[in-house]
């Protein structure tokens, strides 16, 4: 997990688009193309240029708010990374929106495992074109990391490296946006692949929900994002990973939906906890009724771990037996 991958070939840099990209138009701030030009053009002021990677620069075009990041933008950002790696890159920074760069991480975390490879993402919280932007701190810091980095994916952000997978947004316009939820325990990674995580396996989009509990919750409000055909639910219980269950009708939704093959896992709702079965009744009811704890998983990591078995062809019978194993440090 700490060796070093030495960058002996150029890094790429990846531009999706979001706010350090941004210019103001007649409707707001909106992710601009041509950001080449921009890096460089700054990299001939930034003080340490001079230790910094040779680069290349990539798009997704056109450049997106991250608010409107999809699973396929994630597959096509998984394509362009792998065909950098093709080509004898070294790494690659990934410049991309705050909104869901922590998603992301996770994602490619997932979607990249055993590439021998560091990609990081970064991204700022004030667009390149103002003066007082953090978006060139991040983006050379980002650049300068990368040459210190093991393979995996990782999120450069306000001088802290952060691993993709532990990563959340906390702040909506503070310089410092995102932290790593850590959790009691050592690391866990096996570093061992599965084929279902192997990077070279092709995954397909897949239909998930994640169902926030809350005092009132409904059991048809459950039963109407089962109707949807959704693949699989990530349910944020409370706690350790307790919800409603003297519901018995929200129960019976459960116990019908992991029948008919959807995947249904529990999170915690605090931002750093754990989900614990057995501990309460009310959390042993909901695995009992077919809920997967999730361990100390983040949503961003959840999310990001169902799509990434469920787009591989895992069903959910067969989930179980990935759920809880660590691959990206994501139980960490």
Known sequence: MTTVVPVTGPVLILYTGGTLGMELGADGWAPAAGFEQRIQQAQTAW?????????????????????????????????AIVQAAEQGCSGVVVLHGTDTLAYSAAALSFLLCGVG???????????????????WANVFGALSAI????????????????????????????DDAFRAVRHEGAESITGHVPAALNFQVQRQPVSLAVVPFYPGFQ??????????????????????????TEDAELLAVLHRATAQGVAVVGISQCPVGSVLPGQYAAGSLLVQAGMLPSGSMTREAALAKLFALLGAGITARQLPDYWLTDFCGELA
């Open 47 to 79: 003080p340490q240029a001079q230790s910094l990677p040779t680069w290349r620069y990539a798009a997704i075009d056109p450049p997106i708010d991250s608010a409107n990041m999809t699973q396929q933008l994630w597959l096509r950002m998984r394509d």
């Open 117 to 135: 490879m560091p990609v990081v993402l970064t991204g700022s919280m004030r667009p390149a074109v103002q003066p007082d932007t953090d978006a």
């Open 219 to 244: 059991a048809n409000a459950l039963q109407s994002i089962v109707d949807t055909g959704v693949q699989g639910l990530i349910l944020e219980c409370y706690g350790t990973g307790t919800g409603p």
């Open 147 to 174: 040459t210190s980095c093991a393979a995996g994916v990782f999120v450069y952000f306000h001088q802290r490296l952060l691993r993709g997978t532990q990563v959340s947004k906390w702040h909506s316009d503070a």
